[in-house]
């Protein structure tokens, strides 16, 4: 094994990077790991070995989730980080000595959805996306409903059918509108919705709103995430109150949760609102993540786009989120909604890449629209600025009948 060369060379988990993630192999059961190039770093062994003390006073990285760990607040994510990035930098004798014990291969180890998530919230942050869809479904009125820029709009989902990389996702059965008749069938438009989603890492008390310029101490990390939808089992039923069963069957995170102090280096402006909004949601520097994400079906590239164009921000969004004192748990999920750029390359669905059908698209050889069964859809990111690199690995979900 040489772990410095494998760390040097990696796309995604460099030394920059050190994202957590929930891991078991063949010879250890669940537990806490941190990805350093094509490895993990057991920081279960490594607690035992003194390393996190006396910041961290029991092992708390040999639980099968992180919660545990993120409750330890923003000091001690901070200070474990140093840490592993020192031992990583400067101590690489040490772990090749321990290799049998400390580092485990990727390739080896069975990944887990990583943290306890109690509430999933997805939000609907990109202009582009919304104005998508507008023009789609209201071709005759304002492709944004009157709301949409002046709050940050969301639904509640379900965090029971959270999964995570290489977890199957069996087509749903729900009701269609087909012609004038409403028929029981399998989802004839499955659909992905490339998405970011922020892992919460403070709690605030009930009745107690977040105000927006302390939003950023409230979010952990941040990981991939495919907001499975089923799109004609969503028309038929989203009117009144929103989705349910087009959504509700799986949503799809990687494994590893790229931490917040990995990821401010990769701060980008973000667009200019062009409506006021009212104070609580007011920001002086407006700040999104430049994160490239690549979506492919069946390794073929289908879409590049990119989270620098969210007209909403995480800080909006929790902002928002708390304004009527809602309390926000430590593993709670925000997902982005779907983020698409303004060129067709940069759509962040198939609804809008074949524009709801009507334009084919070219996998294998084969011209067609949505998800089919035996597709595997995958996504995957980068941040890039300057030398430093990170990723957030591969998020891949095979489709099943």
């Known amino acids: 094994m040489n772990l410095e060369q494998s760390i040097k060379e990696h796309q995604h988990f460099t030394i920059h990077n050190l994202p957590y993630g929930v891991y078991a192999t063949h010879l250890k059961s669940k537990r806490i790991g941190v990805a350093v190039g094509d490895y993990i770093l057991d920081m279960a062994v490594l607690f035992d070995w003194g390393i996190f003390q006396p910041e961290i006073k029991e092992n708390i990285f040999a639980k099968e989730q992180l919660n545990d760990f993120i409750a330890l607040g923003k000091n001690v994510w901070t200070e474990t980080r140093n840490k592993i990035q020192d031992l990583v930098k400067n101590k690489l004798a040490f772990i090749n000595e321990y290799e049998a014990l400390l580092i485990d291969k990727q390739s080896e180890a069975t990944m887990y959805v990583p943290v306890h998530i109690g509430d999933y919230t997805d939000f609907y942050s990109s202009e582009e996306h919304a104005s998508n869809v507008g023009k789609m479904f209201r071709p005759n009125m304002e492709p944004l409903l009157p709301n949409w820029k002046h709050m940050p709009i969301a639904y509640h989902g379900r965090s029971s059918s959270i999964i995570t990389t290489n977890t199957p996702v069996k087509r749903p059965y729900g009701q269609i509108l087909k012609g004038e008749e409403v028929i029981y069938s399998a989802s004839q438009t499955l659909d992905i919705e490339i998405e970011l989603g922020f892992i919460i890492g403070k709690e605030n008390k009930l009745g107690e709103p977040i105000k927006i310029i302390n939003a950023t101490d409230y979010v952990f990390g941040c990981v991939l995430l495919n907001d499975f939808s089923a799109r004609d089992i969503q028309r038929w039923e989203y009117q009144p109150l929103g989705p349910f069963l087009g959504k509700n069957f799986a949503t799809s995170i990687s494994p590893w949760i790229i ?134 690995g591969e998020l891949s979900n095979l489709i099943t009948a």
């Open 259 to 392: 931490t917040y102090d990995a990821l401010k280096e990769f701060l980008t402006e973000a667009p200019q609102q062009t409506v006021e909004v009212l104070p609580y949601l007011e920001e002086i520097n407006r700040k999104n993540f430049d994160v490239e994400i690549h979506f492919d079906i069946n390794k073929e590239k289908v879409a590049v786009t990119n989270s620098k164009y969210l007209y909403w921000t995480i800080e909006q969004q929790i902002a928002h989120h708390t304004v009527n004192g809602c309390n926000l748990r430590i593993g709670d999920l925000l997902g982005t909604g779907t983020i698409s750029g303004k060129q067709k390359k940069s759509f962040g669905s198939l609804l809008e890449i074949t524009w709801n059908g009507k334009e084919k698209i070219r996998i294998n050889n084969k011209e067609r629209t949505f998800l089919e069964n035996g597709d595997t859809a995958t996504l995957k990111a980068f941040c890039k600025k300057g030398d430093k690199q990170i990723g957030f």
